[in-house]
């Protein structure tokens, strides 16, 4: 069983950054691959990013390749989503998930099991 817990959203400007982490539980960690998703009022989930567990393998969904970075540091438990050059249509909540099946990371929501409850990203235009 894993526990995740998002942090680091708010309100920010178009143009600004935002670092989102993901603290999770559990001994197993460094062997989860971990996901960023994001939803919108009204839109499907979205996936944003993707790590496996050494960090030699990310997966970016198209819509924030060259703005967003993932990273992870297993000896903290936790995965970290840079968000730079930030944009109002980035607006969402955020969730991290832990997927401990796959060796990399999938951009599909279904090959994840465990998911946080989110963090609100807010950028004003």
């Known amino acids: 069983q894993v526990q995740l817990v998002e942090s680091g959203g708010g309100l920010v400007q178009t143009g600004g950054s935002l670092r989102l982490s993901c603290a999770a539980s559990?001994?197993?960690?460094?062997?989860?691959?971990m996901g960023w998703f994001r939803q919108a009022p009204g839109k499907e989930r979205e996936f944003v990013s993707g790590i496996n567990w050494g960090g030699g393998s990310t997966l970016y969904g198209d819509s924030v390749k060259g703005r967003f970075t993932v990273s992870r540091d297993n000896a903290k438990n936790t995965v970290y989503l840079q968000m730079n050059s930030l944009k109002p249509e980035d607006t969402a909540v955020y969730y991290c998930?832990?997927?401990?099946?796959?060796?990399?990371?999938?951009?599909?929501?279904?090959?994840?099991?465990?998911w946080g409850q989110g963090t609100q990203v807010t950028v004003s235009s």
């Open positions: 998930a832990a997927d401990q099946r796959n060796w990399s990371p999938r951009g599909n929501e279904e090959a994840y099991e465990y």
């Open positions: 559990g001994r197993t960690f460094s062997s989860y691959v």
